[in-house]
């Protein structure tokens, strides 16, 4: 009977305050939370800093229990690898020495990184410098978009992932960046997990493949919070993982229908005569010592909450594509911009596309230094205008090859299909004229192609299978 009433007290007692499954980003009880490690006298030490200017330090462990220095225990705690947040200015937060940056002045300056680093319209810089700012707000929304970066070989897409990756949440720690190409699915969960932070898929052309897979399968769940919490198995134990977050895809093939409504994609164009700017890592590392700040003011958790109710609310989205963009509209809201976010959502790009002056995409192109123009240029400066225009659509390239022509620059025609009838009479005329002018003209295995003395389009996008052979324009 004894037993029983000690079993009774202990049913009717309050439940334990330990804290679950806390990690960098965390919000709980009104307050976030950021978990970083350094080297101290006494070793490698974690540390736990709370929104409300509280820092501790673990001082034990058990098993999954970590017993910090104000004497509370939370169960299961993600160590990060990658930190975006430094020394110096979480010893300024603690102390109450800083005071967080607007949103305005915050995405300016972001803007104004991107668009030293990254080779794209204004609109895309803005898109990318609002990703990067929303990466420290992730756990303020329900669900987040990926950002797809495509464009063929050269166009700049690792690097522009690199450099959003730089000014964004846990993306990278010094010249490590959280990218990974061919790593296996478990390794990539588990960073994302520990890290809660920015990660890039680059060249992984999955995205085209519909066939199951773990990482695909983790894209699938993982735009939104309520199912992204998964439990995964490796070798042969289970662990719960958190896949929520920013992810940046890049790939030159675009995903299927299922992919894309869960993103946003930028399509990127080389140019000739932009080059990236060398930025001091110093400025990096001050806009998102100030993101953090700003992140962790809990005055900010309020504004955001409002501005995301107003975006939610908007009658003139509906959908996937309203679920995914309620950030990043509130966030636009904040910064005082205007996100044309429609623009970039695949399945309402290609059911709306933006009208492309043809004409204007040609001098454009020449004005930027290409002088041996190609179908495949003119498609990819259209995709950059926002027109998601396929190349087997006979009318764009019959368009591009006129205004080619008339534009009296054009010294070669490529196509990487010769199917349609149209296209193939185009090339044939084009190519009676450069044989009369003296310019070879070769037949390579089914289709036909002009192979002039040198070709700034086999630099673009090595069109002609003969790359080795010309000598590019640069």
Request: net charge positive.
């Amino acid at each position: 009977m004894k037993d029983s009433m000690e079993s009774m007290d202990l049913l009717d007692s309050r439940e334990s305050s330990i804290l679950q499954d806390v990690g960098c980003g965390t919000i709980h009880q009104g307050h976030a939370y950021y978990v970083f490690q350094r080297n101290t006298e006494k070793g490698t030490t974690t540390f736990l800093l709370r929104s409300d200017r509280q820092l501790v330090h673990v001082v034990s462990r058990t098993k999954d229990d970590f017993h910090m220095s104000d004497g509370s225990t939370i169960r299961r705690l993600a160590i990060p690898t990658f930190r975006s947040w430094s020394d110096e200015s979480i010893r300024r937060f603690v102390k109450r020495e800083s005071v967080a940056k607007t949103f305005p002045v915050l995405f300016q300056h972001a803007k104004s990184i991107l668009g030293r680093l990254v080779y794209a319209d204004e609109s895309a810089i803005d898109l990318m410098a609002a990703f990067a700012i929303l990466s420290f707000f992730t756990r303020q929304f329900h669900a987040l978009p990926y950002l797809h970066l495509t464009g063929n070989a050269g166009s700049g897409k690792s690097a522009g992932a690199v450099a959003i990756l730089k000014l964004s949440f846990n993306g990278s720690s010094g010249e490590l960046v959280a990218s990974f190409g061919k790593a296996s699915s478990s390794a990539i969960f588990r960073s994302i997990a520990d890290n809660r932070g920015t990660v890039v898929l680059d060249d992984h052309e999955l995205i085209s493949d519909s066939k199951p897979s773990p990482l695909r399968q983790g894209l699938l769940v993982a735009y939104k919070a309520a199912s992204a919490l998964q439990v995964l198995t490796i070798r042969g134990k289970t662990f719960p993982f958190d896949l929520f977050g920013i992810r940046i895809l890049t790939s030159i093939q675009a995903g299927d229908d299922v992919i894309n409504s869960r993103l946003l994609r930028i399509n990127l164009l080389p140019a000739m005569s932009f080059q990236p700017a060398t930025i001091d890592e110093t400025e990096i590392q001050a806009l998102r010592d100030d993101l953090h700040t700003l992140a962790m003011t809990e005055d900010v958790f309020q504004t955001l909450r409002i501005a995301a109710a107003e975006a939610s609310s908007d009658k003139r989205f509906h959908g996937r594509f309203a679920e995914i963009t309620i950030g990043l509209r509130a966030l636009a809201s904040l910064c005082g911009v205007t996100l044309d976010l429609e623009r970039y959502y695949p399945a309402r790009a290609a059911q709306h596309p933006p009208a492309v002056n043809m004409k204007a995409l040609v001098m454009g192109l020449l004005k930027e230094g290409y002088r041996d123009l190609t179908v495949l240029h003119v498609h990819a400066a259209a995709s950059l205008a926002g027109s998601d225009m396929s190349l087997t659509k006979v009318g764009l390239e019959m368009a591009a090859c006129g205004l080619l022509k008339a534009s009296g620059s054009i010294t070669i025609f490529h196509t990487k299909s010769t199917r349609y009838l149209p296209t193939k009479r185009a090339i044939i005329l084009a190519g009676g004229k450069l044989r009369r002018s003296g310019r070879s003209w070769c037949q390579q295995s089914h289709r036909k192609q002009f192979i002039p003395e040198s070709c700034s389009g086999c630099r673009f996008l090595a069109a002609c299978g003969l790359k080795d052979r010309i000598k590019a324009k640069v």
